[in-house]
């Protein structure tokens, strides 16, 4: 048994460490402190392969520590390589809508309505609050993009807008709430 739960361990390490040093060469200029505590975990783990063999041996405790630091460890680094993921299709997506003029806008939101893939681009000054659980339940995504505000975007959203008070029977200001 020690053997197996030794090559899961080091399995989970192993797959922890790519993931993790995927996710920090991708993100740390931005997030490095997100990779603290997995770096601190793959330490602890690191460190158990050079305990002495007898004390793994003699000591499930250490194992199963081991064995559950391994997989917070990859379930960490895996999230981390999910949100690195999420990031780049958010900016693809706002690359793409921010290059198009509110006539070629129209004819996307024309295609994302046959696709239902609707898509929602909050900003200002004030939190969108409860726009983005509420607006999905229309099967839109709400980009929140703080402060900037696009005119080409606000074409697109007019769209939506009016599509939700037309469609759906509902103003984009009580999505809000």
Known sequence: MHAKLKNII????????????????KMYEFFYQEFYFPAILAILLIGFFFLPKNLKIKSKFLNLTALVIGIVFVTLTTQLTLDYFGMKRTEK??????????????????????NNELKYFSSGLVGSGNLSENIKEYGIENFDLGCMVYNNLNCYNKLVSN??????NITINELYE
């Open 10 to 25: 080091l399995t989970l390490t192993l797959i922890g460490i790519g993931l993790g040093i995927f996710s920090y060469s």
């Open 93 to 114: 997506i706002l690359t793409e809508y921010h290059e198009l003029d509110c006539e070629k806008i129209t004819d996307r939101f024309t295609t994302d309505l046959t």
């Open 163 to 168: 599509y939700l008070k037309d469609k759906k």
